[in-house]
């Protein structure tokens, strides 16, 4: 799916001074491209995954999914969303959890591998039967990865999802989300403050800064995969991602 | 009227269930057997008249003496009281759902919510016997109108207690209104409708009695009135005690059923 932002800007004016949460932000995905945002906190990276997400409205601009709205893709089970919060239901079981975007929405069916297909490739054949609540949190993030791919969504538009997790639990599963990615062939937004993370699993790096959020750079990571995030070329990259995310520039100067 | 048994029933690990169980089951029947065993002495001790407060004893004897008597008057109650709570139950579970649904009742709907709930019950009890006779529908209006707010008030904080991260899940597939309360409002609304219920399950009967009081021909409430107007304490004492324990079981019956229900807790 084509994801194109045009202009697009985010201001909260619920609250008692209005919030600029996202300035004036232009940005083309290709279809099948796996995109990581970074940045601090409050760079209005997870704003700009809402906007896209439908979960709200831009102030200003144009967001295009696929040359439709995103609410037009939201209605049509497009959009697999995935955050830091599993978000499983702790009554039903891994299966029925699994198999939810197939039992609601119905009349939006995408072609999707069946729950049990699914939980196989995340690793989960022996829980199917077993209750959310009785899983670690790497178990449950499988759950939520598996129901995101059971949408058979061709946009998947992911929150910090492994942020909670272990170190080696987070590696594991952005690993299987890349190995996934590649049977699926999916457009991927990503948003993460984890840069060996960002240059692990991306095409291309947005590189977001704070008040008002905008794009300070956009980094295309030019290395096969799997790559090593303690390989020289890796580790090149990681250090360009945080120069650009001090504000520094090539020489180590503070642009501010 | 009712003892709140409640720390008896939190273990959590099968294997210590039993350990606790008798542990528990120890304590209360200490405690409530060294109580008994003061109200007798002291009412023995000074010699207090059986007219102002009977000893456990004479009320053993009553209960014993008429235990037939005792049982049918109960069973009245105890049918009363769970017709009541199954009118609080559905009419408090319906108008919460309802008022999810429309949202632009909710005000309104909770604001005559709370005036039905303040308004005094014993008042209204006489009302209902004129309008609906000596038998037991005014009772079970009363304990409806007594059970149904709690309910009410319990089940819709229930069903908008959904956390935002299911709520952005559900929105991103799309799903209606129904499917969201389906498959996430109301299993979330379930345990808070378990909490309304071990309060209302116990107060029906308060309900049931009270109402009864107001003029019935059978039940509870109604030895209770008579033990008054020929003085017999004993009598009302032993009304009281059938109370409580038909209190403590449903309270039990409630703690039983949620066990099962709310399994995933």
């Known amino acids: ?256 | 009227m009712t003892l709140d048994i409640s720390g008896l029933f939190k273990m959590a690990t099968p294997g210590s269930q039993r350990a606790a169980l008798r542990r528990d089951g120890l304590s209360v029947l200490l405690i409530v057997g060294t109580a008994l065993v003061l109200w007798e002495i002291i009412v023995r001790v000074r010699n207090v008249p059986v007219y102002l407060i009977p000893a456990p004893s004479v009320i053993a004897v009553t209960l014993w003496q008429q235990a037939g008597y005792y049982l049918s008057q109960s069973l009245v109650t105890l049918g009363e009281a769970a017709g009541g709570l199954v009118l609080g139950l559905t009419v408090g579970i319906l108008v919460a759902v309802l008022v999810t649904f429309w949202r632009q009742m909710e005000r309104g709907v909770l604001a005559l919510a709370i005036l039905i709930k303040t308004t005094p019950l014993a008042a209204i009890a006489p009302l209902l016997v004129i309008w609906f006779g000596f038998g037991p529908l005014p009772k079970v209006i009363v304990t409806g109108l007594m059970t149904f707010f709690p309910v009410l008030i319990n089940v819709h904080s229930g069903l908008h207690a959904v956390d935002g991260a299911t709520l952005a899940l559900f929105h991103s597939l799309n799903a209606s209104r129904q499917e969201l309360f389906r498959y996430a409002q109301w299993p979330t609304a379930l345990p808070y409708l378990f909490d309304a219920l071990k309060v209302v399950a116990p107060l029906s009967l308060v309900g049931a009695v009270v109402a009864e009081w107001a003029g019935a021909s059978a039940g509870l409430g109604r030895v209770m009135w008579l033990a008054y107007a020929n003085f017999t304490m004993p009598a009302l004492f032993a009304a009281i005690f059938c109370s409580a324990v038909m209190g403590i079981g449903l309270y039990w019956a409630v703690i039983v059923l949620e066990k099962q229900v709310i399994f995933w807790k």
Not at chain 1, 222 to 239: F, G, K, M, W
Request: with cysteine.
């Open chain 1, 1 to 256: 799916m084509k994801v194109l932002l045009e202009n697009v800007s985010k201001t909260f004016t619920d609250e008692a001074s209005p919030l600029a949460a996202l300035g004036a932000t232009s940005l083309h995905i290709a279809s099948g491209e796996f995109v990581c945002l970074i940045g601090p906190s409050g760079c209005g990276k997870s704003t700009l995954l809402r906007l896209l997400a439908d979960q709200i409205a831009p102030t200003t601009g144009n967001i295009q999914l696929d040359n439709h709205p995103p609410a037009a893709a939201r209605a049509r089970k497009e959009i697999a969303w995935m955050a830091q919060n599993p978000a499983l239901l702790p009554w039903q079981t891994v299966w029925d959890n699994v198999a939810l975007p197939l039992r609601v929405n119905r009349q939006h069916h995408r072609p999707a591998p069946p729950p049990g297909e699914l939980l196989a490739m995340v690793g989960l054949s022996d829980f199917t039967q077993a209750r959310p609540p009785k899983l670690s949190g790497g178990m449950q993030q499988r759950v939520a990865l598996a129901r995101a791919l059971a949408t058979g969504a061709p946009l998947w538009l992911m929150d910090e999802p492994f942020a909670a997790l272990d170190e080696l639990t987070r590696e594991t599963l952005t690993d299987e989300v890349l190995r996934l990615w590649m049977q699926f062939h999916p457009t991927v937004v990503w948003v993460t403050h984890n840069i060996a993370e960002a240059v692990r699993l991306a095409d291309r790096v947005v590189v977001m800064t704070e008040r008002p959020g905008h794009i300070r750079g956009i980094v295309a990571i030019a290395l096969p995969r799997p790559r090593d995030a303690t390989a020289p070329e890796s580790v090149a990259y990681i250090r360009e991602l945080r120069r650009l995310l001090r504000g520094e520039d090539e020489a180590g100067r503070n642009r501010k």
